[in-house]
């Protein structure tokens, strides 16, 4: 809404109102936000940033304290927006989301790029243990390209995996 706006238009009406269908949080409309849980709140936030109709989102960690559902309708809802043409930059530590949800990796490493790609060129059990310092296995699962990591033990762990 512009600033200079003395009330929301029926059309930022509109956008609102299907930012907060969107994100499942219709519920929340007459709540105060200092009430909501960590998890509702960023979600209004995401609904927020949605509701501008931005041509960028810049996002960090915009699943973090939320439970699965939440997360994957989060993710799913900013991989349409891309698919519509904005462009979506997400900071994230959770590799199999980001595999999962994102065209290009960018991982980072004290700050600089440690390597880039799609999630298949990227996660490699090399690149975890060099840049994370943990042991994993990249599972691909029938049917389906994208990569699975999966976690054995940090580099500094000398027990060996659970093989049960």
Same mark, same amino acid.
């Given at each position: 809404?512009?600033?200079?706006?003395?009330?929301?238009?029926?059309?930022?009406?509109?956008?609102?109102?299907?930012?907060?269908?969107?994100?499942?949080?219709?519920?929340?409309?007459?709540?105060?936000?200092?009430?909501?849980?960590?998890?509702?709140?960023?979600?209004?936030?995401?609904?927020?940033?949605?509701?501008?109709?931005?041509?960028?989102?810049?996002?960090?960690?915009?699943?973090?304290?939320?439970?699965?559902?939440?997360?994957?309708?989060?993710?799913?809802?900013?991989?349409?927006?891309?698919?519509? *043409?904005?462009?979506?930059?997400?900071?994230?530590?959770?590799?199999?989301?980001?595999?999962?949800?994102?065209?290009? $990796?960018?991982?980072?490493?004290?700050?600089?790029?440690?390597?880039?790609?799609?999630?298949?060129?990227? $996660?490699?059990?090399? $690149?975890?243990?060099?840049?994370?310092?943990?042991?994993?296995?990249?599972?691909?699962?029938? *049917?389906?390209?994208?990569?699975?990591?999966?976690?054995?033990?940090?580099?500094?762990?000398?027990?060996?995996?659970?093989?049960?």
């Amino acid at each position: 809404q512009s600033a200079w706006q003395a009330a929301p238009s029926e059309a930022d009406e509109t956008i609102v109102a299907d930012a907060l269908v969107r994100l499942s949080i219709t519920d929340f409309a007459g709540r105060q936000y200092q009430t909501l849980s960590g998890g509702e709140q960023q979600r209004v936030q995401i609904a927020r940033a949605l509701a501008q109709e931005p041509k960028l989102l810049l996002l960090d960690e915009p699943t973090s304290h939320l439970d699965i559902e939440a997360q994957l309708t989060v993710l799913g809802l900013l991989r349409r927006r891309s698919q519509a *043409g904005c462009t979506v930059l997400l900071a994230m530590h959770d590799l199999n989301l980001a595999a999962r949800y994102c065209d290009h $990796l960018v991982v980072m490493q004290s700050g600089t790029v440690a390597t880039e790609g799609s999630p298949a060129e990227v $996660l490699t059990p090399e $690149l975890l243990l060099d840049v994370y310092g943990v042991h994993a296995s990249i599972v691909r699962l029938p *049917g389906n390209p994208l990569p699975l990591v999966v976690y054995d033990r940090a580099r500094d762990d000398a027990s060996p995996p659970d093989s049960g």
